[in-house]
């Protein structure tokens, strides 16, 4: 069934990861898992320490050129009646100030421990949301 915007964010939230869609030079979409957090409304997530082949990330350069992109998280389980999704599709920026940096690294700070005890040293990215929607399982219905 489809998500009231209100329950979308709280799934959203819920989350611990999500997949970053961007697109490419040629029109290709590009696909990444990354962690995230949400402050003021803005989904922010981060180039972190983890293993890279360079610094020159490919969403970096898909976001210079084309900023529109979508934010994907879901759940799955065996009991289907517990799966749901949750997009955002918005207009991603490289952050530059450096007071939303601090908040946005906060904000991940707060959700992930990994990023209290190693903050992030790369890119910033924030996603302003255009449209925010989702889908539920619809719950079995019991018999009256």
Request: proline share 8%; aromatic share 6%; net charge positive.
């Amino acid at each position: 069934m489809r998500l009231d915007p209100g329950e979308a964010r709280a799934l959203l939230r819920s989350a611990a990861v999500a997949r970053l869609a961007t697109v490419r030079s040629d029109g290709a979409p590009h696909v990444v898992p990354v962690c995230f957090a949400i402050a003021d409304g803005i989904v922010y997530t981060a180039v972190d320490a983890k293993p890279k082949h360079t610094p020159d990330l490919a969403r970096l350069a898909n976001i210079a050129s084309e900023p529109r992109v979508a934010l994907l998280a879901d759940r799955y389980d065996d009991d289907w009646t517990q799966l749901w999704w949750v997009r955002v599709d918005g207009d991603a920026r490289v952050v530059t100030d450096p007071g939303e940096r601090s908040r946005a690294l906060n904000a991940l700070a707060t959700a992930y421990t990994q990023y209290a005890e190693a903050p992030p040293q790369g890119a910033v990215i924030a996603i302003e949301p255009r449209r925010i929607s989702g889908w539920r399982a619809r719950r079995e219905r019991r018999p009256i």
